[in-house]
């Protein structure tokens, strides 16, 4: 690896190899530092990409990495332990010890999904428990879907699986009761209320009641909280924020503006990391807008200068 680079790239999927991409067409000098462990990895396909729908997560970071690379982009397989402010840049130094510099740095570390702290949900995330309808809302068309009341996860998400499929049961588990306004929405769109708290779940996706009751799904819908993976900022003065939908805080993630210029000078986020909701083409298109808004800000300072250079020999 090259000591200095004009943008170090931490975390290499959508986002991060979109930026990189950008940024390595546009002659810019590349490092990628990437984990390994993106958070579609449980899944088996990426969906609603154009292009590359059904595509397995491994199989597009892959392709991915060698694009970048075909520009001049070096990636490689590590994490950064630590991103300090040097001079007008950054010292970033990686677990293994070594340290390199950079003008700017483009953080697409992505989230983390905390699962609700129920017996069986962990094992089953990504196949048989769920989240998101538009990423996996067709591979459970007309079968038996749970939504496990947890989060904002609720009245709101039954009414949406059940554009996907008819047989929709919501388990109130430990939240409020639905009011009565959405007790007669969902007892209109066909949506079974099982009250009482889960125990957890067993067999393929079956709901296990602390009654022992045992009703038999194929599916079931959880809200993780997404927690943004932030933490090389702070040092830098950046702090994730909260975010919240339906009343409840999701998550948190890292303010930026719609280019993803954060308040840290030279600092630029895309993917999920600044967006919870930004599935994998989303968070590529952040990715390709940051890298080139990098690149724009570069390119002033580079002609301050040279603008600079030149009065000093005229003088």
Known sequence: MDERYDVVVIGGGAAGLSGALTLARARRSVLVVDAGQPRN?????VHNYLGREGTPPAELYAVGRGEAESYGATVVE???AAAVREGEGFRVELDGGTAVRARRL???????????????????????????????????????????????????????WRQ??????????????????????????????????VAGLEGGADVRLATGELIARDAVVVSPRFTANAGLLEALGAE???????????????????????DVPGVWVAGNVGDLSAQVVVAAAQGLRAGAMINADLISEDTRAAVAQKRSVAA
């Open 41 to 45: 990895a449980p899944a088996g396909h």
């Open 78 to 80: 590590g994490r950064v």
């Open 106 to 160: 483009l953080l697409a570390t992505g989230l983390t999904d905390e699962m609700p702290d129920l017996p069986g949900v962990a094992e089953r995330w990504g196949s048989a428990v769920l989240h998101c309808p538009y990423c996996h809302g067709w591979e459970v068309r007309d079968r038996a879907v749970g939504i496990i009341s947890t989060g904002v996860v609720g009245a709101y998400a039954s009414l949406l």
């Open 164 to 197: 996907w499929t008819a047989d929709v049961v919501l388990f109130v588990h430990t939240v409020a009761e639905p009011s009565t306004e959405e007790l007669e929405q969902l007892e209109a769109r066909g949506v079974r209320i099982v009250r009482g708290e």
């Open 240 to 262: 994730p924020v909260p975010q919240e939908m339906h009343g409840a805080v999701m998550g948190t993630y890292l303010p930026a503006d719609p280019t993803g210029r954060t």
